[in-house]
């Protein structure tokens, strides 16, 4: 007697393949708009149109300019060298920035602080920090420290 579960088996029992029948292959084109076809091969393509300025698509965007890398690297050199001179002489120039750019209106900056009260308080607190540190860095370098 055959039970249920033999019957389920059976469904899942694997079906004999079937063929599949095989394409036809394409009849070779007489002719295209590129050019005939003959008993040599295709006539050369006319890609002369192909490398123009479409307005429709527009300008491409231009390619990223590393610039800024440049110039992190020149301060963080000029830093290196100078020390907390350096960062006191920095400071103080975006202190007189950003000064500026408050008295002619802007309320908040690009910087992560965002308001320009707190940019300019965190700048002020480098260049006294740089200040503070000038001396002593300064003894260092002579060797009495």
Do not use: H
């Amino acid at each position: 007697m055959s039970s249920g579960g033999d019957a389920q088996r059976d469904l899942f029992r694997a079906q004999p393949e079937r063929a599949i029948p095989a394409r036809p292959a394409p009849a070779a084109p007489e002719s295209t708009e590129l050019g005939a076809v003959d008993a040599t091969g295709p006539a050369p393509l006319d890609l002369s149109g192909l490398n123009r300025y479409d307005e429709a698509v527009g300008s491409p965007a231009p390619p990223f300019d590393p610039l800024r890398l440049c110039v992190f690297t020149t301060v963080a050199l000029i830093a290196c060298l100078l020390g907390p001179i350096a960062v006191l002489g920095f400071a103080l120039i975006a202190i007189a920035g950003y000064a500026r750019a408050r008295r002619q209106g802007l309320l908040r900056s690009k910087c992560k602080l965002g308001d320009t009260r707190l940019v300019l308080a965190y700048l002020s607190v480098l260049a006294v920090l740089a200040a503070v540190a000038t001396p002593f860095w300064v003894m260092f370098w002579i060797g009495r420290i």
